[in-house]
C-alpha cells in the first residue's frame, strides 16, 4: 500500500475530485485487473483507449482513477485526477510507487535499430565478470544479477520495469544495461527513469508499421537523448549519419566511438575470419570471437560505455577478448561435411545486409551462400521487398519463407517480398512456405564450403500463427537437419 499523493509527487496534475489522503494497493492501467484499493489509470494506447474503461475499473474495486478526460458521471466514493498525458504520468506513478529505483542503480539505456541486445548483453556480462551485481533488461532475457526470467518485449511496460528495477535494488544490484526501444520511449514507458548514461548504435529502416515516417522514427530515438540529465553520459556511434544528430538537444556529456572517423574511442578491424576478428582498440589488440564489422561496432561501444562507467580499460579489453556470442546473434554450427550454417536476428534490410556483406567477405567466394529469409505478418510491409533484394544481391541462391506470419497469409507476405527480385535474379529464389522444410532445402543442396544463413528470428524460439505461438527454433532446426546427414 502507498499513499496517493506520494504516488503523485512527481506529476503535474490538473482537477482532482476527491482525497489524496488514501492509500492504494496497486497501480493498473489495464482494467480487467483491477481489484479492490487499486489505482486505475486511463492510458490512451495505439488499439485502446483507457477512458473508455474508467467505469469498469471502478466497478472492480479501484478507489482512484487517473485520467486526461474526466467522465460525465463521477462516483463519489472515488478520487479523479485530471492530467495531460496519461501515459506520461504513468511511468512518473509507477517510479514513485516502487520508491524511485532507477536513482538506485548507474541505468545505462542502449537505443538504436541494430546492436541493442548485443551491446546490453555484453555489458551485463562483463560487468558480472568485474565482480558488479547488475540486472539486465533485453529482448531475449532480463536478468536480476543471476536470475532470469523471459522477456516478452524489448521495453517493458513502466509499471512492470520499475518493479523490475526495484528487484534489482532489492538484490544489491549497482548496475543495470537496458535496451530502450522507439516504442517504449514514444509511448512514454520509461517516463520517470533516471538514466546514468546512454549509448546509440545506428538508426536504419525499421518499425515504419508503427512510426508513419522515418522522421518520427529518428525523433523517438533523440527524444532519449534529449531526456539524459547533464550528470549522465551519452555515448554516440560517430561513423552513422545520425549519431550527431542524437545528441544536438542533450544535457548528458557527449562521447563518440568510431571506426571510420575521429572518435574518444577507436578500433581498427586486423582480421576477420568465420572464428573471429582481430581488432585494434585503442592502440590494443584484441582477438574476439565475434564476426564481421557491425559486430566491431557492438564491442567498441561496449569497451567506451565500460570505461565511461568507470572499469579500467585493460582489464575491459582482456575481458571482451573472452565474451562468448549473444543467442542468436551471428551463432555458427558447422556439420560434418563441412557445410556452416549462421542463426542471425536480422529482420531490418540493413541488418541482412550487414551479415550477408560480413558472410561473403570471409567466405571470399570459396563456397556458395545460401539465405533462408523471411518477415514477420503485421509489420512495416515496406521493407518487405527490399529486405529479398538483399537477398538474392548477396547470395547465390535464396530461400523465401515464413516468419512470424501472425495474422497473414504467409504466403501473401513472400508475395510481397519477391516484388523487390529483378528479373536478373529469379532463377536464384525458391519459395518454401514452411520454414522448417525451408531450411532443410537449403541444408541439403549446400555441400563442403558453403555457408548457409538463416535469418530473421535468432534467439526465438517460436512461430506465431494465427495469434498462436508455436514452438520453433532456428538452431534446434539446423542440428536436427545436420544430425540427419551425417
Same mark, same amino acid.
Given at each position: 500500500?502507498?499513499?496517493?499523493?506520494?504516488?503523485?509527487?512527481?506529476?503535474?496534475?490538473?482537477?482532482?475530485?476527491? =482525497?489524496? =489522503?488514501?492509500?492504494?494497493?496497486?497501480?493498473?492501467?489495464?482494467?480487467?485487473?483491477?481489484?479492490?484499493?487499486?489505482?486505475?489509470?486511463?492510458?490512451?494506447?495505439?488499439?485502446?483507449?483507457?477512458?473508455?474503461?474508467?467505469?469498469?475499473?471502478?466497478?472492480?474495486?479501484?478507489?482512484?482513477?487517473?485520467?486526461?478526460?474526466?467522465?460525465?458521471?463521477?462516483?463519489?466514493?472515488?478520487?479523479?485526477?485530471?492530467?495531460?498525458?496519461?501515459?506520461?504520468?504513468?511511468?512518473?506513478?509507477?517510479?514513485?510507487?516502487?520508491?524511485? #529505483?532507477?536513482?538506485?542503480?548507474?541505468?545505462?539505456?542502449?537505443?538504436?535499430?541494430?546492436?541493442?541486445?548485443?551491446?546490453?548483453?555484453?555489458?551485463?556480462?562483463?560487468?558480472?565478470?568485474?565482480?558488479?551485481?547488475?540486472?539486465?533488461?533485453?529482448?531475449?532475457?532480463?536478468?536480476?544479477?543471476?536470475?532470469?526470467?523471459?522477456?516478452?518485449?524489448?521495453?517493458?511496460?513502466?509499471?512492470?520495469?520499475?518493479?523490475?528495477?526495484?528487484?534489482?535494488?532489492?538484490?544489491?544490484?549497482?548496475?543495470?544495461?537496458?535496451?530502450?526501444?522507439?516504442?517504449?520511449?514514444?509511448?512514454?514507458?520509461?517516463?520517470?527513469?533516471?538514466?546514468?548514461?546512454?549509448?546509440?548504435?545506428?538508426?536504419?529502416?525499421?518499425?515504419?508499421?508503427?512510426?508513419?515516417?522515418?522522421?518520427?522514427?529518428?525523433?523517438?530515438?533523440?527524444?532519449?537523448?534529449?531526456?539524459? #540529465?547533464?550528470?549522465?553520459?551519452?555515448?554516440?556511434?560517430?561513423?552513422?549519419?545520425?549519431?550527431?544528430?542524437?545528441?544536438?538537444?542533450?544535457?548528458?556529456?557527449?562521447?563518440?566511438?568510431?571506426?571510420?572517423?575521429?572518435?574518444?574511442?577507436?578500433?581498427?578491424?586486423?582480421?576477420?575470419?568465420?572464428?573471429?576478428?582481430?581488432?585494434?582498440?585503442?592502440?590494443?589488440?584484441?582477438?574476439?570471437?565475434?564476426?564481421?564489422?557491425?559486430?566491431?561496432?557492438?564491442?567498441?561501444?561496449?569497451?567506451?560505455?565500460?570505461?565511461?562507467?568507470?572499469?579500467?580499460?585493460?582489464?575491459?579489453?582482456?575481458?571482451?577478448?573472452?565474451?562468448?556470442?549473444?543467442?542468436?546473434?551471428?551463432?555458427?554450427?558447422?556439420?560434418?561435411?563441412?557445410?556452416?550454417?549462421?542463426?542471425?536476428?536480422?529482420?531490418?534490410?540493413?541488418?541482412?545486409?550487414?551479415?550477408?556483406?560480413?558472410?561473403?567477405?570471409?567466405?571470399?567466394?570459396?563456397?556458395?551462400?545460401?539465405?533462408?529469409?523471411?518477415?514477420?505478418?503485421?509489420?512495416?510491409?515496406?521493407?518487405?521487398?527490399?529486405?529479398?533484394?538483399?537477398?538474392?544481391?548477396?547470395?547465390?541462391?535464396?530461400?523465401?519463407?515464413?516468419?512470424?506470419?501472425?495474422?497473414?497469409?504467409?504466403?501473401?507476405?513472400?508475395?510481397?517480398?519477391?516484388?523487390?527480385?529483378?528479373?536478373?535474379?529469379? =532463377?536464384?529464389?525458391?519459395?518454401?512456405?514452411?520454414?522448417?522444410?525451408?531450411?532443410?532445402?537449403?541444408?541439403?543442396?549446400?555441400?563442403?564450403?558453403?555457408?548457409?544463413?538463416?535469418?530473421?528470428?535468432?534467439?526465438?524460439?517460436?512461430?506465431?500463427? =494465427?495469434?498462436?505461438?508455436?514452438?520453433?527454433?532456428?538452431?534446434?532446426?539446423?542440428?536436427?537437419?545436420?544430425?540427419?546427414?551425417?
Amino acid at each position: 500500500m502507498k499513499e496517493l499523493k506520494e504516488i503523485l509527487k512527481n506529476v503535474i496534475t490538473g482537477k482532482i475530485h476527491g =482525497n489524496e =489522503n488514501i492509500s492504494v494497493n496497486e497501480i493498473c492501467f489495464d482494467s480487467r485487473i483491477v481489484k479492490n484499493n487499486d489505482l486505475f489509470i486511463a492510458v490512451k494506447g495505439t488499439q485502446v483507449d483507457g477512458h473508455e474503461y474508467i467505469q469498469k475499473a471502478v466497478d472492480n474495486g479501484a478507489v482512484s482513477v487517473v485520467c486526461e478526460t474526466l467522465p460525465d458521471n463521477l462516483s463519489g466514493n472515488i478520487t479523479y485526477v485530471q492530467v495531460d498525458d496519461s501515459a506520461e504520468a504513468l511511468g512518473k506513478m509507477a517510479s514513485a510507487y516502487y520508491d524511485d #529505483p532507477s536513482r538506485k542503480l548507474k541505468l545505462v539505456g542502449i537505443t538504436g535499430t541494430n546492436g541493442k541486445t548485443t551491446i546490453a548483453t555484453l555489458l551485463y556480462r562483463l560487468f558480472r565478470r568485474s565482480g558488479f551485481k547488475a540486472g539486465l533488461v533485453s529482448t531475449i532475457n532480463n536478468y536480476i544479477n543471476d536470475k532470469v526470467a523471459e522477456a516478452r518485449y524489448t521495453t517493458p511496460d513502466a509499471v512492470q520495469l520499475n518493479g523490475m528495477l526495484k528487484d534489482m535494488v532489492d538484490d544489491g544490484c549497482e548496475f543495470c544495461f537496458m535496451e530502450v526501444s522507439s516504442h517504449a520511449i514514444k509511448q512514454k514507458r520509461i517516463s520517470g527513469i533516471d538514466y546514468y548514461g546512454g549509448v546509440f548504435t545506428n538508426l536504419t529502416h525499421d518499425h515504419l508499421d508503427y512510426h508513419p515516417t522515418f522522421d518520427d522514427y529518428l525523433t523517438s530515438k533523440k527524444m532519449f537523448f534529449d531526456d539524459l #540529465p547533464d550528470r549522465s553520459f551519452a555515448l554516440t556511434n560517430n561513423d552513422d549519419p545520425n549519431g550527431k544528430v542524437m545528441i544536438q538537444n542533450t544535457k548528458a556529456g557527449t562521447h563518440f566511438y568510431a571506426l571510420k572517423s575521429m572518435a574518444d574511442f577507436k578500433c581498427r578491424i586486423l582480421e576477420n575470419s568465420i572464428n573471429g576478428m582481430l581488432l585494434n582498440i585503442d592502440g590494443t589488440e584484441v582477438w574476439t570471437k565475434y564476426i564481421g564489422e557491425f559486430n566491431a561496432y557492438n564491442l567498441l561501444a561496449v569497451y567506451g560505455c565500460a570505461v565511461l562507467s568507470g572499469l579500467e580499460k585493460d582489464s575491459v579489453l582482456t575481458m571482451i577478448s573472452d565474451l562468448d556470442v549473444v543467442s542468436g546473434r551471428f551463432e555458427n554450427i558447422r556439420s560434418a561435411d563441412g557445410i556452416t550454417a549462421i542463426i542471425d536476428y536480422a529482420h531490418t534490410p540493413d541488418a541482412l545486409d550487414n551479415v550477408l556483406q560480413t558472410i561473403n567477405k570471409i567466405n571470399q567466394g570459396n563456397g556458395h551462400v545460401i539465405t533462408v529469409v523471411g518477415a514477420g505478418g503485421n509489420r512495416d510491409r515496406a521493407k518487405r521487398p527490399v529486405m529479398a533484394d538483399v537477398a538474392v544481391k548477396n547470395s547465390e541462391k535464396v530461400i523465401l519463407t515464413s516468419d512470424n506470419p501472425r495474422n497473414e497469409k504467409p504466403e501473401d507476405i513472400i508475395e510481397e517480398m519477391k516484388q523487390g527480385i529483378q528479373k536478373e535474379y529469379e =532463377n536464384k529464389v525458391l519459395c518454401v512456405v514452411d520454414r522448417k522444410e525451408a531450411i532443410r532445402a537449403a541444408c541439403m543442396m549446400a555441400s563442403d564450403g558453403d555457408i548457409i544463413l538463416v535469418a530473421g528470428k535468432g534467439h526465438e524460439d517460436y512461430q506465431e500463427i =494465427n495469434g498462436v505461438r508455436h514452438h520453433f527454433d532456428d538452431k534446434e532446426v539446423v542440428k536436427e537437419i545436420f544430425k540427419e546427414k551425417e
